[in-house]
């Protein structure tokens, strides 16, 4: 008996997924940048490629991480802008105030460690995820096939795909 060719998704219900998430990272900076900024101890970790289309900031800063960047929003950033495509910010770096324009397809995880909230992206010009992160560290590398029940809260794709 011949096998059915699989299915061609022509939704492309991955690509709808990682938008309806990176919807959540900007609410979230929305949130931070509301009146009162980011409530009780709520911060982000946000890592992105920084070779990605779009990303801009100080040549000197960026050329130190030449894959990926993270950066945090707790106590000290300045001009928080969130568009539909992309978020800019200022932070300091070794003292001083660099302003960063980071598009959210260049995101690769969002993680509010107050919570243990993390979301973890297939950025552009980046190969794809493969599975859950560790949570011990924001920057981690992708690790395990499931939810382990007894984790911290993790929203990763590859756990609903078929394999």
Excluded: C
């Excluded at 061609?8 to 900024?37: C, F, I």
């Excluded at 040549?59 to 800019?88: C, K, N």
């Amino acid at each position: 008996m011949a096998k059915d060719p699989p299915a061609q998704d022509l939704m492309n219900y991955e690509a709808m997924a990682q938008e309806a998430l990176k919807g959540v990272v900007r609410a979230a900076l929305r949130r931070a940048n509301a009146p009162g900024g980011l409530p009780g101890a709520h911060h982000f970790y946000l890592t992105f490629k920084t070779g990605a289309a779009g990303v801009e900031g100080p040549e000197e800063l960026l050329s130190r991480y030449p894959d990926e960047m993270t950066i945090v929003l707790q106590h000290q950033f300045w001009d928080l802008e969130i568009g539909d495509e992309a978020f800019g910010v200022t932070l300091k770096f070794g003292g001083r105030p660099q302003s960063l324009r980071v598009p959210y397809a260049a995101l690769t995880r969002f993680y509010d460690p107050s919570v243990q909230f993390l979301l973890q992206f297939d950025a552009e010009d980046s190969p794809a995820s493969s599975g859950v992160s560790d949570l011990r560290s924001p920057a981690a590398p992708a690790t395990g096939e499931g939810l382990d029940p007894d984790a911290p809260n993790v929203v990763s794709l590859d756990h609903f795909r078929k394999k």
